[in-house]
């Protein structure tokens, strides 16, 4: 988690600690919110591991990752292909 983290923070130009501040900045927002999808959606995480790690409500999470689309979280997140 800690490594997605630094790679949502790096593309989103924020730090760590401003995305876990619970901050209601644009930027910020949309950080934690593509990674609560990219945590939920393809790696599995629950919404409460992710809330705590974020320093937010498990329904701030469940927010997100409905709103997030998969499109804004694919240049942070790329799975590897397996053949």
């Known amino acids: 988690m800690v490594t997605l983290a630094r790679r949502v923070c790096k593309k989103h130009g924020i730090t760590v600690r ?21 945590g939920v959606r ?4 629950s919404g409460d591991d992710l809330a705590r ?3 937010v409500t498990n329904s701030c999470v469940t927010r997100s990752v409905s709103s997030v689309k998969k499109a804004q979280c694919e240049r942070i997140y790329q799975p590897t292909i397996k053949g």
């Open 53 to 55: 790690h974020l320093g």
């Open 18 to 38: 401003e995305l876990r501040s619970g901050s209601r900045r644009r930027e910020i927002v949309e950080a934690r919110g593509i990674m609560s999808w990219i």
């Open 42 to 45: 393809e790696l599995g995480y």
